[in-house]
């Protein structure tokens, strides 16, 4: 491993090519994943259905999306995480490229499947980088990779609002699932494949649970991902409502969008690289107030001001503690289940997805004032907790070493370390 002069890990040359090559195919596969995006608009403009079926259908693809996340670490630890993230991608761009052929009643199973298997695709992509990279330079390399799935978000709706425009909705399916499927190909010409041996694992549940019960910072991290997912994502569902009810219309939220994307593709990977070498959980528990801080604001009262102010605190919390949590997480999962501890920080992430709209909505619905406030409440107590779990704690595991001292280089597909052990 690369180090600077202090002994410290260095910056982005510690990222190892792979991760390198790995974010560049999903910086790819991201530009052409607009489906998601424009699905329920297909499903109610394209097919008729109305906004009760076509909601039910878009639940439970979301539904099946958060159960991939949740599982793909565990099939990784057994199969392959490189496995995992070929086969995943494959059925989902098969169910995407399927989409606009299937009879109303098959778009209850399909899509889910399809994204289920986007999910698992999903944490096999953490857990590849998990173990791929050493110890000590992971922030960099998952801040690397999210930089360039943030970046092919922002280009990719665009393109196809013009798909939509200029072709037709049909293109949509067309594009994302050939493209997908060309990420498929990409990353099994890239991905090293050596080393089909699996990782030895205690089982899929005890060792897990034995292994969460021996962390208990990494149980506290994950509830409080969890419950900040829930506040995070009502940007995307009470959010749009409630500025509307304050007569801001869809262009304000659409500018707000773009501020959070364009802060987050100029700030995060140099305030990562600036900030590596401090405390993970106060750097983490720092950025869950600031998203508390942002909806504390918005409480005060909905206007143009006060959304701006909101949605830039908003966004230096997730520039704080994405990528370092993501990172805290695989720096303290043992070798064995180092995708299973992906997996459940990946669920966790994106468990907002299914569960933040009706909860908020139902919040919105019976007391407008509150919705605010109580996410201004649980995402400050999600970062007093973190800071909490934080306080008096080491600088975490040592990375594993061989007898000759070299640091283990991890087997990218079955996640287990290529030489030595981890400790």
Request: aromatic share 8%.
């Amino acid at each position: 491993m690369s180090v600077s002069g202090s002994g410290k890990p260095g910056g982005l040359r510690d990222v190892p090519r792979t991760v390198w090559l790995l974010a560049a195919g999903q910086f790819f596969n991201m530009v052409v994943a607009f489906t998601f995006i424009y699905f329920f608009v297909y499903l109610t403009d394209e097919r008729g259905l109305s906004v009760v079926r076509a909601g039910l259908i878009s639940g439970i693809g979301g539904a099946g999306m958060v159960a991939g996340n949740f599982s793909g670490g565990w099939f990784g630890d057994r199969y392959g995480h490189r496995r995992v993230l070929l086969v995943g991608s494959l059925l989902s761009g098969v169910g995407v490229l399927a989409l606009p052929a299937l009879p109303d009643a098959l778009l209850y199973v399909v899509p889910p499947l399809a994204q289920y298997a986007g999910g698992c695709a999903r944490a096999a992509n953490g857990a590849l980088v998990a173990v791929t990279v050493p110890e000590g330079a992971r922030r960099q390399g998952f801040a690397v990779t999210r930089f360039a799935v943030n970046a092919g978000f922002t280009v990719g709706p665009p393109l196809g609002a013009l798909l939509i425009a200029h072709v037709s909705y049909g293109w949509l399916f067309v594009v994302d699932g050939l493209g997908t499927l060309v990420f498929a190909a990409y990353a099994w010409r890239v991905l090293p494949a050596h080393g089909a041996v699996r990782a030895k694992a205690a089982g899929p549940g005890p060792g897990v649970l034995a292994a969460l019960r021996q962390r208990p910072t990494v149980l506290v991290l994950l509830g409080a991902i969890l419950v900040t997912d829930l506040v995070y994502r009502q940007q995307y569902s009470t959010l749009p409502v409630d500025l509307d009810r304050h007569g801001l219309d869809t262009g304000v939220y659409g500018w707000l969008l773009a501020i959070n994307g364009g802060v987050i593709l100029l700030l995060e990977l140099p305030v990562t690289l600036a900030l590596r070498h401090r405390a993970p959980l106060r750097i983490i528990g720092a950025g869950l107030l600031l998203v508390g801080a942002g909806y504390a604001v918005l409480a005060l009262g909905t206007g143009l001001a006060t959304a701006v102010a909101m949605m830039l605190l908003l966004t230096a919390g997730e520039i704080l503690y994405k990528t370092p949590a993501t990172a805290y997480v695989a720096d303290h999962a043992p070798a064995h289940v180092q995708g299973r501890f992906q997996s459940l920080y990946s669920g966790v992430s994106v468990s907002g997805v299914v569960l933040s709209a009706p909860l908020g909505g139902a919040l919105y619905t019976a007391a407008p004032g509150l919705l605010w406030p109580v996410c201004a409440v649980l995402a400050g107590a999600a970062g007093c907790l973190v800071l909490a779990a934080g306080r008096g704690r080491g600088r975490g595991r040592p990375a594993a070493v061989t007898a000759g001292g070299a640091a283990a280089s991890p087997d990218p597909e079955t996640g287990s370390p290529a030489r030595g052990t981890s400790g």
